[in-house]
């Protein structure tokens, strides 16, 4: 075994506060493991300041979405991590009661924790006070570092003056320290403006300090335009999406199981799983020409990307288990280096395709029955990369529009307008399956 490889085991010696907390005698048994265990594994080597909130996060963030284990909370909290990005909405509050159990006992300082919320346009500001008490009872804290809207899909939304006036009350009570946004681009029902107008205008605004946005080595333009602003404007610039990388095992498992179940499949999206075991089949042949012990390592290769840019503050990947967390710290700090980034030069040229931006949705006007594109291949990803199977399901469950059904009855016109060749149509055919598990 790896020398000083993190493990669930080497984590739990930090879970020692979290037994505690939930009443648990030292000794007791957490996932199987007993709490008297080493703290070896790898640690975060970089922190950057935090724009103008001149707080010293780590390069890498915890992006917290879809994890309810307190003690591996604390574990990602041990290993140096001290950036949180949370939100109200994920697993409805489950997620910020679960950092509220793992900062018990912990330096409250010494941790910036980043919550969201998603505003209606109608919202008045005594909800979003409620709201943010309600985030603060969970969080089990008597402030929170950063509250920022969640998805402001337009300016106009940025602009909302009752969560402004309200954030204004947050701070004088010394509730909230800093006003932040998160925002991928494009979203059902939306008025198209892209992530990079939403950004820029934040940035414009001046009253925000912190903000998420999408940035990676193929969706790549956009997101630099924003980090420039940014920085112009001393605002703290966190990431997520930084692994554009289809899971492509996953996808041939799917493939072929289709194949031999001899399903009636429409002609495109046929047409479109073989050129998908074409490609699932070369990405043997490309990990063997790029000497990749495992296909993660091209993500890998995505984070060291990211934090090559010095705007960036930091990369907040979903943290999801034990395996993810020992990957992500062990990148803290790292060059992004020749490997690295001939590896990424051949993944974009040979898988670029298969990669329907993040924050684009440039071909969603010319789809005449309001699919949002963009949305479901999100939440495909969020299915197939980033493991969050029912999450994904529930929110694809819960479009209000028109799904990806309706694709086999179409002329496909999507796929006309993507400028960056992605087969979009099959891939919204297989995403459906995929998201209602037909
Ligand atoms: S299919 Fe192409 S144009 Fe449409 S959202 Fe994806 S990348 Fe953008
Ligand atoms: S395939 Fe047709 S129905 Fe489906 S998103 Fe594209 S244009 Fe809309």
Same mark, same amino acid.
């Given at each position: 075994m790896k020398k000083n490889r993190i493990s669930r085991r080497g984590f739990m010696g930090g879970s020692l506060a979290v037994l505690a907390g939930l009443g648990l005698p030292r000794g007791s048994k957490l996932f199987g493991q007993t709490s008297d265990t080493n703290t070896d594994g790898p640690k975060i080597k970089e922190y950057r300041t935090l724009g103008r909130t001149r707080f010293n996060c780590s390069d890498i963030g915890f992006g917290s979405s879809g994890v309810t284990d307190p003690a591996f909370i604390v574990a990602v909290l041990d290993a140096g991590v001290n950036y949180i990005d949370t939100a109200e909405s994920y697993l409805r509050g489950q997620v910020e009661s679960a950092i509220g159990k793992a900062m018990q @006992? &912990?330096? &409250? +300082?010494k941790v910036f924790i980043s919550t969201k919320m998603g505003l209606r346009q109608n919202v008045t500001k005594q909800d979003v006070i409620d709201r943010a008490n309600k985030c603060l009872e969970r969080l089990k804290l008597?402030? %929170?570092d950063c509250l920022q809207i969640h998805m402001p899909s337009t300016v106009a939304a940025l602009k909302n003056e009752a969560y402004h006036s309200a954030i204004k009350d947050l701070k004088t009570e010394g509730k909230v320290r800093f006003s932040g946004l998160s925002n991928h681009g494009s979203q059902w @029902?939306? %008025?198209?403006?892209t992530m990079e107008q939403v950004h820029l205008a934040a940035a414009e605004d001046g009253r925000f300090d912190v903000a998420l946005l999408v940035y990676n080595f193929i969706q790549q333009e956009m997101g630099e335009n924003i980090l420039k602003a940014y920085k112009k404007k001393n605002v703290g610039a966190t990431l997520m999406k930084t692994n554009p990388v289809m899971n492509y095992l996953e996808m041939k498992e799917r493939v072929d199981k289709s194949e031999e179940e001899g399903r009636d499949v429409n002609p495109r999206m046929k047409a479109l799983i073989e050129r998908l075991k074409a490609r699932a089949d070369r990405a043997e042949t490309f990990k063997s020409r790029y000497s990749l012990? +495992?296909?993660?390592e091209i993500r890998d290769a995505a984070i060291k990307f990211v934090l090559n840019n010095p705007d960036v503050n930091a990369a907040c990947p979903t943290i999801l288990n034990y395996n993810d967390l020992e990957a992500y710290v062990s990148l803290s700090g790292s060059k992004f280096d020749l490997k690295a980034q001939n590896t990424l030069a051949a993944y974009k040229t040979t898988f670029g395709e298969f990669y329907c931006r993040h924050a684009c949705g440039k071909c969603e006007p010319q789809c005449p029955h309001g699919v949002p594109v963009n949305t479901i291949m999100r939440y495909n990803h969020y299915f197939?990369?980033? @493991? +969050?199977e029912k999450a994904a399901m529930l929110d694809y469950a819960a479009l209000p529009t028109n799904k990806a059904d309706i694709c086999s009855m179409c002329g496909g016109h999507c796929e006309q307008a993507c400028p960056y060749g992605v087969p979009v149509q099959g891939l919204l055919m297989m995403a459906h399956r995929i998201l209602t598990l037909v």
């Open positions: @006992g &912990r330096d &409250r +300082k008597d402030y %929170v @029902g939306d %008025v198209p403006e012990t +495992k296909f993660n197939l990369g980033q @493991g +969050k």
